[in-house]
Nanobody, 123 residues
Framework: QVQLVESGGGLVQAGGSLRLSCAFSGRTVSSYHVGWFRQAPGKEREFVAAISWSAGNTYYADSVKGRFTVSRDNAKNAVYLQMNSLQPEDTAVYYC????????????????WGQGTQVTVSS
């Protein structure tokens, strides 16, 4: 089984930056595609970014393109989400998810999920 643990969330002012981490255990991260999703209070979960197992392909939601960067370090068994120019509308719980075969924006396709980390952006 794969266990995912997110970290790096917190409170930041608008325009600031955070880097989220998604730590893998139980299996090597190099075998998995990874996605980042977020859910704001009262809203549905939405896709943020995804990265293929080899890091050869990355995908971003239009709302974060140019501000967020997804990366991975398979040697450290971790995936990262660098978030710059944060805005209050980025406030949400952020989740990483993993799947052996799928990389993309459909959360239903990912088999494994972390517990989430809260990101709050103040104006």
């Amino acid at each position: 089984q794969v266990q995912l643990v997110e970290s790096g969330g917190g409170l930041v002012q608008a325009g600031g930056s955070l880097r989220l981490s998604c730590a893998f255990s139980g299996r090597t991260v190099s075998s998995y595609h990874v996605g980042w999703f977020r859910q704001a209070p009262g809203k549905e979960r939405e896709f943020v970014a995804a990265i293929s197992w080899s890091a050869g392909n990355t995908y971003y939601a239009d709302s974060v393109k140019g501000r967020f960067t997804v990366s991975r370090d398979n040697a450290k068994n971790a995936v990262y989400l660098q978030m710059n120019s944060l805005q209050p509308e980025d406030t949400a719980v952020y989740y990483c998810a993993a799947d052996r075969y799928y990389t993309g924006s459909d959360g239903r396709e990912y088999d494994y999920w972390g517990q989430g980390t809260q990101v709050t952006v103040s104006s």
